[in-house]
């Protein structure tokens, strides 16, 4: 296990027994921006996926701040609500599904995704080697999806070529 880079608390102003890590958080923003969390390199993905390949299953979250004044609101975090009324929403329900992993983060496209049946936040064993993905995305022909991988323990698995990239539902299968 490497050592960590910075080991002097007070070199980021905090004393000099104070933690430089914990454990005690339940999210981290994956995906930030317009480009993608598998091309551009920033490695929050990779973390995200070894933080929860540890035993520590933290959610995903679509970074929707912005800094220059003209993309707010990209990529978003969604999530599964009684209603689909924005000012009937449950904060209740936010905080669940926030805590339990039940999220999706997109730019875009969005994507239903199960395995074995279990959507977002459930965890899955293998018992038999073979596990059921069911994927459908759909996004606006506009949105650019011309296929999709599949990651297992850090790894690209599967890529799959959208089923129809210039129509509204991208792949399902």
């Not at 924005?86 to 905080?95: G, K, N, R, T």
């Not at 506009?142 to 792949?171: N, Y």
Request: a negative charge; one cysteine or more; charged letters at 20%.
């Amino acid at each position: 296990q490497a050592a960590p880079t910075l080991d002097d608390p007070t070199r980021l102003g905090l004393l000099p027994e104070a933690e430089l890590w914990s454990w005690n958080f339940d999210g981290m923003e994956v995906f930030n921006g317009h480009g993608s969390p598998l091309d551009n390199g920033n490695g929050r993905l990779n973390d995200w996926m070894s933080m929860v390949n540890a035993g520590h299953p933290i959610s995903a979250i679509g970074c929707s701040d912005d800094h220059g004044g003209d993309q707010v609101g990209f990529p978003r975090t969604y999530f599964a609500s009684s209603t689909d009324q924005p000012d009937e929403m449950s904060e209740a329900e936010l905080v669940e599904a926030f805590h339990t992993g039940q999220l999706i983060a997109s730019a875009g496209a969005f994507a239903r995704v199960s395995v074995d049946g279990e959507g977002p936040g459930a965890l899955v064993s293998d018992t038999d080697g073979e596990l059921a993905l069911a994927v459908h995305i759909e996004a606006i022909p506009e949105i650019d999806v011309t296929h999709f991988v599949v990651l297992q323990d850090c790894s690209e698995v599967l890529s799959i070529p959208a089923d129809d990239p210039d129509g509204v539902i991208k792949h399902s299968e």
